[in-house]
């Protein structure tokens, strides 16, 4: 323990930089691209970006055609691409019928390109345990109440194919702009893990 | 591999920790280890099969017991040692140096070359495309029935899907299939398809009423079932 104040950094502190500076010293690591990585992902990849194709396709039906044809070409359209789409990108839509949930049951899979890096829980046993076993009591802890009638789709996601929920557009949102509308849209009702709100009155 | 990571209609995991805010990363060590494995596939030091079944070998008391970039650590450190990249030993006595030397900075290092090609693949992806053929067995509304076997290997057919009839939902594409790229066995492209489960098919008096759940499944993975 070299540290003299304080408490000693755990040992995971140390391990990961004896692992940095042994691949720096064989070539396979400098700190900048440590850097300049984490910041494209702290920055520039997050859940704006599919909060972006989601807009788009509310306020234009050909482009909502595209984005649930082929994900992957729609989504390049608005300059969303990188690592993390998988092989290919899958947008599923919700309507009043069928409620759509994404899952990784087996890792952590997650839309990068869309959504930025997962959160916790996404990552953690009780949600990948629990959301193909009993989704609408995973839902209920989110806030989500749907009707008996509507089906509830959850994927799965066991492959390199990553999903995106189309939420449904909420009512009382007709005048807002598609930069007003993005601004509606979170990451959880992208996962289909909640419904996207209109904005409450100004006045 | 019948894991723990396997996790799918397991109980006693408690309700869903929801973090308000929640930043990028918990710590700092998190970002050197995302950034390790991507390099580790960005020099196809290994691939992303071969990087999930290592998580998978982990340990199943120390998968529970861990968080997820410390399961990508340990199959970081894992995969490297076993590729000869580096050497276990080395790894220790490194460890133990910055633990006793925890301020000594990293060494300083340039390398435009790979930060231009760390970048691209942030930036534009390394995606696997999917391949001409085989051509698919199965076409949309065929009914199908999953294997019921259990592979000591990595495999994304879950527990909670074996042995059960589904039916094809799409037809993804041809792409490269796990249990085989996982261990050095090649690539092996087969067609994936998704394939939709009735809930009360895979959980019995359990499930709840009026869900599907889709599961992306490579063709191996299926048999023709009769229709009923």
């Given at each position: 323990m070299g540290s003299h104040h304080s408490e000693p950094e755990p040992w995971v502190v140390h391990r990961v930089r004896a692992l940095e500076s042994l691949l720096i010293e064989k070539g396979l690591l400098s700190t900048e691209v440590v850097d300049k990585v984490v910041q494209t992902y702290e920055k520039d990849v997050g859940p704006m970006n599919g909060a972006r194709a989601v807009a788009r396709a509310w306020t234009d039906p050909a482009y909502k055609q595209r984005l649930l044809a082929d994900g992957t070409a729609a989504l390049a359209e608005l300059g969303i691409s990188g690592r993390g789409g998988g092989d290919k990108m899958v947008v599923i839509e919700n309507t009043p019928a069928v409620h759509n949930m994404v899952v990784c049951t087996l890792c952590s899979c997650y839309p990068w390109i869309v959504l930025g890096l997962p959160p916790v829980w996404y990552k953690a046993p009780a949600y990948r345990s629990r959301a193909v076993l009993e989704p609408r009591v995973v839902l209920g802890e989110f806030g989500v109440e749907l009707s008996s009638d509507t089906e509830i789709r959850i994927w799965d996601s066991s492959a390199e194919i990553r999903y995106m929920v189309l939420p449904r557009r909420p009512e009382g949102t007709e005048g807002l702009s598609e930069p007003e509308l993005a601004a509606l849209v979170t990451r959880d009702a992208m996962i289909g893990v909640a419904l996207v709100q209109a904005p409450a009155p100004t006045r | 591999m019948n894991g723990v990571h396997d996790l799918g209609g397991k109980h006693g995991f408690g309700p869903i920790q929801r973090e308000a805010n929640e930043p990028a990363f918990h710590a700092e060590w998190e970002k050197a280890v995302l950034v390790m494995n991507l390099i580790g596939m960005v020099k196809r030091i290994y691939n992303i099969d071969e990087f999930r079944h290592a998580i998978e070998r982990m340990g199943q008391q120390r998968y529970l017991d861990t968080s997820y970039y410390e399961h990508w650590l340990a199959s970081v450190e894992t995969l490297l040692v076993e590729k000869g990249v580096i050497k276990r030993e080395e790894l220790e006595a490194r460890t133990n140096h910055f633990e006793a030397n925890p301020t000594e900075p990293l060494p300083d290092r340039k390398d435009p070359e790979l930060l231009a090609r760390v970048m691209n693949v942030v930036r534009k992806g390394m995606a696997e495309k999917s391949e001409?053929?085989?051509?698919?067995r199965f076409k949309p509304g065929d009914a199908v029935i999953t294997r019921n076997w259990q592979p000591r290997g990595h495999t994304r057919l879950p527990g909670y899907a074996r042995g059960h009839r589904g039916r094809i939902h799409l037809f993804h594409g041809v792409y490269i299939l796990p249990d085989a790229h996982a261990h050095g066995r090649g690539r092996c492209p087969e067609p994936l398809y998704s394939v939709s489960f009735e809930s009360g098919e895979l959980w019995g008096d359990a499930a709840e009423p009026k869900a599907r759940v889709h599961i992306d499944l490579w063709e191996s993975y299926l048999q023709p079932a009769e229709k009923t």
């Open positions: - | 001409p053929d085989p051509a698919p």
